[in-house]
């Protein structure tokens, strides 16, 4: 009998859960682990002090404001310190946005390859998750407009997308903000800025600046190398950031996170040793991967797509279970609607020769 013990509400049960990356492989003494978009280079040194200072105080309560962190934030991109929220990891800000604009009945779009986290975020909250279809794996902006309804309170754009690592200009953000009706909210999820060097980028600050329906989502997870500490923070107008706080947890960010993140962000040189690896390894595991027939999409992520034919035996998923046998863990992005592809973080030199010369073994092997 269905009354017989708590239901969740409607819609919850319709959930996919979020699947993570792999983190191992089990029987290999060394492993890769290039399936979570991490910073080969790990954190800061700085960073990791700052954590480990912490270590001495762990009876204490964190400030519940995240005070000192916001500051150091707004001081690195010129941004005014109440605009700011942050959050354990940009996940749970997603999450409090949707708690916050989404109810029973509403609508939240987001592109048909983007972050599995939004259509979970929104149906969780009774809202409808509505896929707006891509082009050549990239968000369209048409499409996007195409599914507003009366019904549509948020959408949700990941720039550059996860997991394809495409991106929309700047000009193209502009142009959906403006088509969409000013009720509805519009979640610049900028989690991969820090790695973009196209001159016609653009993160999305002065969009925030200017708007009143605006948000921007950033991660301390990938170019910072804090993964482990869940760290996130969203800059937006000052309406949407008291509507936020008044439902975030009291102390959702931890103090370890909060002193490492400040020694992270403020230290520009490994941020520049960071990109430049990034810079470095980008076109050289594109060019080489694709020297052996793969197909690898254009990517201004630190990771991206490749490609495998489906034919003699050369599938993405026999390509993964032969990686992984030599300790390369890449991610399977089947559940994007991507069966026939492996998604990939840049690592370090010795893992990305590994992947290619593996990659190499791979597609000389008969099915």
């Not at 990034?278 to 991206?304: H, Q, Y």
């Amino acid at each position: 009998m269905t009354g017989s013990r708590p239901q969740p509400r409607p819609g919850v049960l319709s959930i996919s859960p979020y699947v993570p990356g792999k983190s191992g492989a089990p029987g290999v003494a060394k492993v890769f682990k290039l399936s979570s978009n991490e910073s080969p280079l790990g954190p800061s040194a700085k960073a990791i002090e700052a954590y480990n200072s912490v270590g001495k105080h762990l009876e204490d309560y964190p400030d519940g404001a995240a005070t000192r962190l916001r500051e150091a934030i707004a001081g690195v991109y010129g941004l005014d310190p109440d605009r700011i929220v942050c959050g354990a990891g940009s996940d749970d800000i997603l999450h409090l946005l949707a708690q916050a604009y989404l109810a029973d009945g509403d609508e939240a779009i987001y592109s048909q390859y983007g972050f599995l986290v939004y259509p979970i975020a929104t149906m969780a909250t009774g809202a409808k998750a509505v896929m707006a279809p891509e082009t050549d794996l990239t968000t369209d902006v048409d499409a996007i407009l195409g599914c507003v309804t009366p019904r549509t309170k948020v959408v949700f754009l990941a720039n550059p997308n996860n997991p394809t690592g495409t991106y929309l200009p700047y000009e193209a953000v502009k142009r959906l903000h403006r088509g969409l009706p000013g009720n509805v909210l519009l979640v610049l999820d900028a989690a991969y800025a820090d790695y973009v060097s196209r001159n016609d980028y653009a993160a999305g600050f002065e969009l925030v600046a200017e708007s009143e329906n605006v948000v921007m989502c950033r991660t301390f997870s990938k170019i910072h190398a804090l993964a482990a500490l869940r760290l996130g923070w969203m800059v937006g107008p000052a309406h949407i950031v008291d509507v936020v706080n008044r439902i975030r947890g009291p102390f959702n960010v931890n103090a370890p996170a909060i002193d490492a993140g400040i020694a992270a962000i403020t230290d520009a040189d490994h941020i520049a040793r960071s990109r430049a690896h990034n810079d470095r390894w980008m076109p050289w595991l594109a060019a080489e991967i694709g020297k052996l027939g793969l197909e690898v999409t254009p990517s201004v992520g630190n990771f991206f797509l490749i490609h495998f034919p489906g034919t003699d035996g050369h599938t993405a998923q026999a390509a993964d279970a032969f990686l992984s046998a030599r300790g390369l863990v890449l991610r399977a992005v089947a559940s994007y609607g991507l069966p026939n592809a492996l998604r990939m973080s840049v690592g370090t030199e010795e893992a990305n020769r590994l992947v290619v010369s593996s990659l190499a073994a791979f597609m000389e092997k008969a099915a």
